[in-house]
């Protein structure tokens, strides 16, 4: 019923820059929290970044200042600009929505995308 579609990844250099996108359709009344989690192999998955409908935004530890989410109050479409890259950002990367949906406000939902892969490798 809600759905969310990746896009960006890809093989990169160290140092290099990547942009994600999530982009969120169906039957979505509003999305207050967008956050994007990577998963390495053998790892648990972990938040990298999230923003809210409000476009307040919180980092992992890990990737302040190198990394930078954004998008419009509805959060239909949701950007990670990747900077700095390094060896340990390798991951595959999914994007997760919550929200309610049109049809029922107090119908909260929790949606995630299908991952994207991010290798940053010489």
């Known amino acids: 019923q809600v759905q969310l579609v990746e896009s960006g990844g890809g093989l990169v250099q160290p140092g290099g820059s990547l942009r994600l996108s999530c982009v969120a359709s169906?039957?979505?009344?509003?999305?207050?929290?967008l956050g994007w989690y990577r998963q390495a192999p053998g790892k648990q998955r972990e938040l990298v970044a999230q923003i809210t409908s409000d476009e307040n935004t919180n980092y992992a530890d890990s990737v302040k200042g190198r990394f930078s989410i954004s998008g419009d109050n509805a959060l239909n479409t949701v950007y990670l600009q990747m900077n700095s890259l390094k060896p340990e950002d390798t991951a595959a990367y999914y994007c997760r929505a919550d929200g309610v949906e049109i049809t029922n406000h107090a119908a909260h939902f929790t949606s995630w995308g299908q991952g994207t892969q991010v290798t940053v490798s010489s």
């Open positions: 169906g039957n979505i009344f509003k999305i207050y929290t």
